[in-house]
């Protein structure tokens, strides 16, 4: 899991005036991150959403995981599914939420 997180950081191209985008290995973009949390495909549709304090939520604005300050990546059971220890709260979404590649 740690493997595959790196990977997509890796993948990651960050513009400050639009959010964070995110590319695929062959440099497509993928989708991007909001300044405001949003997270949103290629074609702008929204998949979800990061608050600030790590709460996941999908486009229903149902929460779907957490994103823990020390790393710990959590379903909404709040069971343990990975860790992202030094990744930003905003790329462990992505990578165990959303497009999962």
Do not use: C, P
Request: charged share 20%; net charge positive; aromatic share 8%.
């Amino acid at each position: 899991m740690k493997r595959l997180a790196l990977l997509i950081i890796a993948l990651v191209n960050i513009t400050l005036a639009q959010g964070q985008i995110i590319e695929s290995s062959n440099r497509s973009t993928i989708g991007k991150i909001k300044t405001d949390g949003t997270i949103e495909n290629s074609s702008g549709s929204t998949l979800g959403y990061i608050k600030n304090d790590g709460t996941i939520e999908n486009s229903h604005r149902s929460t779907i995981g957490y994103v823990k300050k020390d790393g710990t990546v959590e379903n909404s059971q709040r069971s343990t599914i990975g860790y992202a220890r030094g990744v930003k709260k905003e790329w462990a979404a992505v990578v165990f939420f959303f497009f999962k590649l």
